[in-house]
């Protein structure tokens, strides 16, 4: 505990207590949008003593290890708060969250980081390396092809369209594979810390070069953290659908942007104090890694997973979030594949998530 600063000391104490409060709320009985609120907080809380236990463990790896690390462990309270609504047969918001997920990293995160990041650089251009744009996309976009061509089944009324379980569980083994395949090289090819930014810039330079807490404290943290995520989550269900009925939203709202922007805490803080700190490939890694892992790992988990609880989840969306994945993946390609971003084109991304947040409104 001696290398956390007073502020860090402060922060790590009042999640604790949030996350004490939101158990009590649970379990005394408090009224749904109170209990609802400390839940989310206690959420996002959790999400950060994950980013700052694994930033800190990071240090000893690269930036791709360290982004992968930070977008495994923070999905960690999605995960949870997808199965909990899955088991309790809250399929429309299971589902909205997930695809929440990537749209709020995808859209929101990616554009406020890409909108600090050229406000940092010199030049007002924010440059990273291409690969892992080239890569998500990629991802994405397999993805996006079984969710399509699902919509496409369904619409028609086709014969294929009476078989979407076995068609989604077959796709989830594909992309797990697929992901599988790409996650393996990609994590042996990344560079150790202190590599050349994409600005020239040495990642890390005005940072301590070496962890700053000892190995098994960060440990400590990462599991204690990972398994009040999982307490916190089913809390957050239990309270959500008396909430959103007390707050007159949707639940494609509740899920698409509530859940997914609490539950994704980790690349929401992450991504826009790295970008501020100029460390533009590390920022762009934590958030990319994200869309990548939510995408082509954590949905198509959750998809196999499903089988075994109350509710199936399938790749079957609304026409609307077709359309919408698809506009976003090829969103993506466009604005991040070159390996440079401008401002306007952060604010590009974050305006077309307000759009979708606001269609859901009255879903």
């Known amino acids: 505990m001696s290398a956390l600063s007073r502020n860090e000391r402060i922060a790590l104490a009042l999640v604790v207590l949030v996350t004490v409060l939101a158990g009590s709320a649970e379990y005394g009985n408090w009224a749904a949008v109170p209990s609802f609120a400390l839940a ?3 959420l996002a809380g959790l999400a950060w003593i994950v980013s700052f236990s694994t930033e800190d463990l990071g240090r ?3 930036p791709g290890v ?10 960690l309270p999605e995960l949870f708060v997808v199965v909990f609504a899955l088991q309790k047969g809250e399929s429309v918001v299971a589902q909205t969250a997930i695809i929440g997920s990537i749209f709020a990293n995808a859209l929101l995160v990616l554009g406020l980081v890409l909108v600090v990041g050229a406000r940092r650089a010199p030049d007002g251009i924010m440059r990273f390396a291409v690969r892992l744009p080239k890569d998500t996309a990629t991802l994405l976009q397999v993805t996006v092809f079984i969710i399509v061509l699902l919509g496409l089944s369904l ?7 009476h078989h979407v379980d076995t068609i989604s569980a077959v796709g989830a083994v594909c992309l797990l594979l697929v992901y599988m395949a ?4 990609y994590l042996r090819s990344d560079e150790l810390p202190g590599a050349k930014d994409a600005d020239g810039t040495e990642d890390g330079e005005d940072e301590p070069h070496g962890p700053r807490m000892p190995l098994a404290f960060t440990l400590t943290l990462l599991i204690v ?3 009040a995520s999982a307490f916190v989550s089913d809390w957050f269900i239990n309270a959500l659908e008396p909430a959103i009925v007390q707050l007159h939203i949707s639940q494609a709202f509740a899920g698409l942007v509530i859940v997914a922007i609490a539950g994704n805490a ?5 991504g826009l104090v790295l970008a501020y700190k100029g460390k533009s490939d590390l920022a762009i890694s934590v ?3 994200s869309v990548a892992q939510i995408a082509a790992f954590l949905f198509p988990l959750l998809v196999l997973i499903s089988f075994a609880l109350k509710t199936t989840l399938t790749f079957a969306l609304a026409p609307v979030y077709i359309g919408a994945l698809v506009l976003t993946a090829l969103a993506l390609d466009q604005i991040t594949s070159d390996g440079e971003a401008a401002e306007f084109e952060g604010w590009a991304l974050v305006a077309l998530y307000v759009i979708l947040a606001t269609l859901t409104l009255f879903e």
């Open 40 to 42: 989310t907080l206690a």
């Open 60 to 62: 000893r790896f690269g």
């Open 66 to 75: 360290t982004g992968m690390m930070q977008s495994t462990l923070g999905n």
């Open 155 to 161: 619409a028609a009324h086709d014969p294929a369209s």
């Open 182 to 185: 790409w996650v393996v090289p």
């Open 225 to 227: 953290a990972g398994v």
């Open 266 to 270: 980790v690349e929401n803080v992450t």
């Open 287 to 289: 958030v990319k890694n």
